[in-house]
Structures are given as structure tokens and as C-alpha cells.
């Protein structure tokens, strides 16, 4: 579904201080001009206290010339695919990630394969909430530039690629996994030490190659815009109880609130596709029973992908089915044992 709020009428050209009305003109312009203020920050770095107000700050210096709402976190839900964080818990989630970003890199800047395991698992984090309807990625780079930099480190991507990046974020938000991360970020930081120069003629937190895709292979509007999902708020939810828990130490429990949460959703939406399964009555004719199927095909395999990415989630937070099912209504427990098993089964293949 195309935004109806941040982007022009039947378009997906977002509304912009230059009105400009074509894709490809207003993604030159937002380059040309980002660009001009990552060189500033680069050399002026914007203090902080490394909280979600520092990132909305660094966003809305980046992209002051072209976005009214720059450093405003957005207000409709967006994905690629899977769903970032719902609007309705950017704050809640916000504040879990960034009451350890920092923390966490600091605490482990003496030691770099520590570090890079810090950053990469806070960067994935970030990514996952996705505050912004546009200019996440540069926004959440010049922060964790600024990170390694209190930290001792020089932060630089030059090293990867646009591609690479890409494929990292995708297998971090979608499978819960930062190797990709890691794998880039142990290239592109280096220890500071008293001697070093550090080269800021060139901006370092783009790529090697960001600068030469054009806005059909920069994947640029690529969000789509999400009516409001009670299963992926619940997802959200469910994420901030376990980030919560181990920020602060607490055991996560059979009785813990996340559980009941995974209980809820898969309980909603096996519901869900109960009622639509429901056969027609008996005087039904054979088109119309025909109809009904062809008709609730569609919302079927709709339910099934979001059962199947309530059950993702939970392979990806280390839950054990096993302390949802008593929170499962007894009719529901066989069904959902089966599809976790079958989704474990297609994994191993």
C-alpha cells in the first residue's frame, strides 16, 4: 500500500520543501543536500547523550533542506516485508534500545571483537525500530559513527558496499542474525591511537558505492505503509520484555508477560483463520462454496505469513514453544506444535 500521509496523492514521490513531484529529481536533490550536511557533521560531530533525542537531532540536521518532518519520528507503520516497529511502541522500544546502546559499546571498547559484537547487535536494534519514514540508515550510521568515536575507534564504511549493507540489515531484521554486521564492522573500525590522523576528506559512513546507485537500485521508497497490526504490536511488545529483562538483569520466567503475548497473537490470528475457514451451510450452492474459497484464499495465506512470522520471532528471541502452550486455549495447542515443527523441518532442508 502506497503512504497516503507523507507522500504526494497516487504517488510514491514523498511530499518535500521543493515540491518537487518526480522520483528520480527529488532523490538527486536529497543527495546532493544530505550530503553537504554529513560532510558538516563529519568534522562537527552533534553532542549528545547517545539517547533517542541525539539520533532525532542527527536526522533532523541531515535532512533540515528537504523534509518538514525531519527529526520527527513518523506516524504510520512501514516494512519491507516484515513490519518495523509499530508506531504505537516507537517510544517504549526506542527507550529499551537506546538504555543499552551505548552502555554496552562503551563497556566493551577495550576489547574490539567485544566491541564490534556490541555495536553489531545495537545497530540491528536500531534498525528494527526504524523511527523515521526515511533517512533511518544515514541517520543511525552517523550515530554509531559518533559511538565508536567516544569509544576509541574510526568508523569507517568505504569498505562495503550498498549491497552488502543491505543484505546485512536484511538478515539481522529478518532472522535475528548479525554476523552480516559483524562481518562489515570489523573491517571498517580501527583503534585510535595518540598518533593517528584520521581522514575526514570523504564521508564515512557511506559505502563504497552509495553515492553511484541511482533511486531504482538504492531500493528508495521501498517502504511499504501498513494499516495498524495488533500481531506485530504484540511482536513489539514481546521484544521490549526480553530487552527489558536483560538490560536489567531479570530472569525471564514461565510466568513472564512476554509469553503471553506470543499466546495472544498466535491466538488471535488462529481464530482469525477459523472464521474464515468456516464452511457455507448446507443449501450453499457449488458456486458459491467455490466463490467463498477463491475469496478467502487470499486472507488465509495472509494469516498463515503472519503466523508463520509470530513463530519466526519467537525461534529468533529463543523461545521455547513449549512455555507458550499452556497459555493456549486447549483446541490451539496441536495446530500451533504442528506448524512450529513444519517450519523447523522447512529450515533444515
Known amino acids: 500500500m502506497s503512504d497516503t500521509k507523507y507522500c504526494y496523492p497516487n504517488s510514491d514521490v514523498l511530499k518535500n520543501k521543493f515540491d518537487i513531484r518526480d522520483k528520480d529529481e527529488l532523490f538527486n536533490a536529497e543527495v546532493r543536500l544530505t550530503s553537504l550536511r554529513v560532510k558538516e557533521l563529519q568534522k562537527k560531530p552533534i553532542k549528545g547523550n547517545f539517547d533517542f533525542n541525539h539520533l532525532k537531532s542527527i536526522h533532523k540536521y541531515i535532512f533540515q533542506d528537504i ?51 556490541a555495536l553489531a547487535e545495537n545497530y540491528g536494534d536500531l534498525n528494527a525500530l526504524h523511527p523515521f519514514r526515511e533517512g533511518n540508515g544515514r541517520a543511525q550510521r552517523e550515530f554509531a559513527r559518533i559511538v565508536c568515536l567516544e569509544c576509541g575507534y574510526d568508523f569507517d564504511l568505504s569498505c562495503s558496499t550498498q549491497k552488502e549493507m543491505l543484505m546485512a540489515s536484511k538478515l539481522s531484521f529478518d532472522k535475528a542474525d548479525n554476523t552480516g554486521f559483524i562481518n562489515i564492522f570489523s573491517r571498517a573500525l580501527t583503534p585510535i591511537n595518540h598518533d593517528m590522523v584520521i581522514n575526514c576528506d570523504y564521508m564515512k559512513i557511506l559505502t563504497s558505492d552509495d553515492l553511484n546507485i541511482d533511486s531504482e537500485g538504492y531500493e528508495y521508497y521501498g517502504y511499504e505503509e501498513y494499516q495498524e497490526s495488533e500481531t506485530y504490536n504484540k511482536l513489539y511488545e514481546a521484544k521490549i520484555e526480553k530487552m527489558n529483562a536483560q538490560n536489567y538483569g531479570e530472569p525471564v520466567s514461565e510466568d513472564n508477560k512476554m509469553y503471553q503475548k506470543y499466546a495472544d497473537a498466535l491466538t488471535q490470528l488462529y481464530e482469525k483463520a477459523e472464521k474464515i475457514s468456516a464452511l457455507p451451510s448446507n443449501d450453499a450452492s457449488l458456486d458459491d462454496v467455490f466463490l467463498g474459497l477463491k475469496e478467502r484464499r487470499p486472507k488465509l495465506d495472509s494469516l498463515k505469513a503472519e503466523i508463520n512470522q509470530v513463530i519466526q520471532d519467537m525461534k529468533n528471541n529463543d523461545i521455547d514453544p513449549a512455555q507458550i502452550y499452556p497459555l493456549l486455549p486447549e483446541k490451539l495447542i496441536q495446530p500451533v506444535s504442528k506448524n512450529f515443527q513444519s517450519s523447523i523441518s522447512e529450515k533444515t532442508r
Open 67 to 117: 523534509y518538514d518532518w525531519a527529526g520527527k519520528e513518523r506516524t504510520v507503520d512501514i516494512g519491507k516485508g516484515n513490519l518495523f516497529c509499530t508506531v504505537v511502541c516507537i517510544h517504549d522500544f526506542a527507550e529499551s534500545v537506546f538504555g543499552k546502546y551505548f552502555s554496552q559499546c562503551f563497556a566493551n571498547k577495550d576489547n574490539k571483537e567485544n566491541f564490534v559484537r
